[in-house]
């Protein structure tokens, strides 16, 4: 009744999905597993923000060969028609797409830029937890040997040192103005006692008031300073993100150009996601990659 078993994708369905009439302007690449941790790739629309007509290509893999193989399907002329092409900072999709689309302009997703730089200071501000875990251990052994009750440092807001550091994840994640009355006392206590994490703190805003820019040159002005400022403040934390804008710096500032982001695409992978497990898992994968035809394009 569905229509399944006359399915004309029906005999590649499991490595490939092509819809090349769903092609436009502005195109996303991500990659997502369906099921058993099996990673496929999804090219989309953004013109579809998700709904019908959304879906470009689904391909079994991320291999940028695999990749390329199945989207060269698509006749040169739709391929010329693209614009632009959001993505996040795998060299495996980059290459495909700059293959499969040589006349558009690669954009590297925003998020996943200030994400990358947010993870070096969660990286500082773990480094200290586990230090603070390793003191707290030691004393608890001190503790024992001299027979007396171990008594924590407890902080004006409650917690202790191992506490405030594990709390105060969501905090550095967040710009000040985001903040509730709670966590602004416990940003101020964190930063008193770790004065290296308020400071990079500090920096990884600066990274992020750059995007905050419309002008491309001024942009790329911004990520220079910002990156002889890495060295001037000897954050080690920091070096593979200033490795990584350095190596990127293109597609990063194409973003400057019409402040396209990969959001679209997170969004789409939330819907199969969703879906996924409203059916409570894919036991079929032929047969949900036919429904998700049906609703995607």
Not at 65 to 86: F, G, H, M, Y
Not at 174 to 200: C, G, S, V
Not at 269 to 291: E, W
Request: proline share 2%; aromatic share 10%.
């Amino acid at each position: 009744m569905s229509g399944f078993k006359n399915w004309e994708q029906l005999s590649h369905a499991e490595d490939y999905l092509l819809y090349p009439q769903n092609i436009g302007e502005h195109l996303s690449i991500d990659e997502l597993s369906l099921s058993k941790g099996e990673l496929y790739t999804f090219v989309t629309n953004k013109q579809g923000k998700g709904k019908k007509k959304s879906l470009v290509a689904v391909i079994k893999d991320t291999k940028s060969q695999e990749i390329i193989n199945v989207l060269n399907k698509i006749p040169l002329d739709a391929r010329r028609k693209v614009k632009s092409i959001t993505l996040d900072m795998a060299s495996n999709m980059e290459s495909a797409a700059r293959m499969c689309f040589s006349e558009s302009d690669l954009v590297t997703d925003r998020f996943h830029v200030v994400r990358m730089v947010i993870d070096a200071l969660q990286h500082l501000r773990i480094k200290y937890r586990w230090e603070e875990i390793e003191k707290e251990n030691e004393a608890i052994k001190q503790a024992k040997k001299q027979k007396t009750k171990y008594q924590p440092l407890v902080l004006s807001n409650g917690d202790t040192p191992k506490q405030l550091l594990a709390r105060s994840r969501y905090i550095l994640a967040k710009k000040p103005n985001q903040w509730t009355l709670h966590q602004k006392m416990r940003a101020d206590i964190l930063f008193e006692l770790y004065p290296k994490i308020h400071q990079a703190y500090n920096h990884t805003l600066a990274f992020r008031n750059i995007y905050e820019n419309s002008d491309k040159m001024t942009a790329r002005e911004k990520f220079i300073k910002w990156m002889e400022a890495t060295k001037e403040l000897e954050m080690n934390v920091f070096n593979t993100a200033t490795n990584s804008l350095k190596y990127h710096m293109d597609t990063i500032l194409n973003f400057f150009n019409n402040r396209l982001t990969n959001a679209n695409a997170e969004s789409f992978n939330s819907k199969i996601k969703q879906f996924r497990a409203n059916l409570r898992g894919v036991m079929d994968t032929k047969f949900f990659l036919f429904r998700m035809e049906k609703l995607f394009a």
